[in-house]
């Protein structure tokens, strides 16, 4: 008997979750931050590349665009560039997202030594795709050469436990529980809101 109500809990929660949400970034997928140190052929840094997947907007105008975040550090010599039309996501199941959209900030020649963030969107494909793992894909431009990238990210799924005693409810950043009649509760890190708004910033080193 507890299993059913508990599989019927379950069923609402999933329906009427997307009808209270409020505009913000939901979902969390790992690692965040990722961090590599991009090379040349002969092993020199050429930058330091940083990406993290903020999650899926909710809210217009971009409601239901996953995007993501890319900070960029010149280590090298020479200008460096992000072509954005060589940035692409994948889905766990290799459908491929949008063109890739700027959504704030501002790509092209970065100097030596500079720092430049980026947010970049993406609408997902259109047949039901698996969002449990996302690729990205990009390809950097330094002294005329292609340097070709890729990172996976692991969407960190919801979290269900019981408790057969009364129980309080404790609420973390980063998660959104609830506790039912029975004791059952359930933590959703995939239900958690970030409302901060996109935004970048681009700095250079004295």
């Given at each position: 008997m507890v299993r059913m109500v508990r599989t019927v809990l379950v069923a609402l929660a999933a329906l009427l979750l997307p009808a209270c949400r409020s505009a913000g970034y939901y979902g969390l997928w790992q690692p965040k931050p990722l961090e590599l140190t991009v090379r040349e052929a002969d092993g020199t840094p050429a930058?330091?590349?940083s990406a993290a997947v903020l999650g899926r907007w909710y809210g217009e105008p971009d409601d239901g665009e996953v995007h993501?975040?890319?900070r960029l550090e010149n280590l090298g010599s020479v200008p460096l560039q992000l072509p954005l039309e060589r940035v692409e996501l994948l889905s766990g199941d290799l459908q491929p997202f949008?063109?890739?959209r700027l959504v704030s900030g501002q790509l092209g020649d970065l100097e030596p030594?500079?720092?430049?963030?980026?947010d970049v969107g993406f609408s997902p494909p259109a047949e039901d795709p698996d969002l449990r793992g996302l690729q990205?894909?990009?390809v950097l431009l330094v002294g005329g050469h292609e340097l070709p990238g890729s990172a996976t990210f692991q969407r960190v799924d919801?979290?269900?436990y019981n408790y057969?005693?009364?129980v309080h409810v404790g609420v973390g950043w980063?998660?959104?529980?609830?506790c039912h009649w029975d004791g059952w509760c359930s933590t959703w890190p995939d239900g958690s809101v970030q409302a901060m708004p996109p935004h970048t910033t681009s700095v250079s080193r004295p």
């Open positions: 930058a330091l590349f993501v975040r890319v949008s063109a890739a030594g500079a720092i430049r963030s980026v990205l894909r990009w919801p979290m269900y057969y005693y009364p980063g998660y959104w529980s609830d």
